[in-house]
């Protein structure tokens, strides 16, 4: 269950990044805290079961506690 959780998390990821127009060669020298990071993190974390470790090294994004933040920031700029 969890390999196929996996595999819809890269495939949503790669999606997600595309939408967003970034190349996942660019992750490693995009901002931890780029919106469009932030964007592609809210999303994976409403649509799967991932772990915020998987996501924060997916997208470069260092520490696991940044996707967190980013959801949440995600989150509230939606509901304002």
């Known amino acids: ?3 196929h ?3 819809t998390a890269a495939e949503l990821l790669a999606a997600g990044l595309e939408a ?3 190349d996942p060669q660019e992750l490693a020298t995009t901002p931890k805290t780029d919106p ?16 915020n470790r998987w ?3 997916q997208l470069n994004m260092g520490h696991e506690v940044n996707v967190s933040q980013a959801v949440r920031l995600v989150r509230e700029a939606k509901a304002g």
């Open 55 to 57: 996501l924060s090294s």
């Open 20 to 22: 967003v127009g970034l």
């Open 5 to 7: 959780q996996r595999r």
């Open 1 to 3: 269950m969890q390999d």
């Open 36 to 51: 469009r990071k932030q964007a592609v993190a809210w999303l994976l974390r409403k649509n799967t079961t991932v772990s």
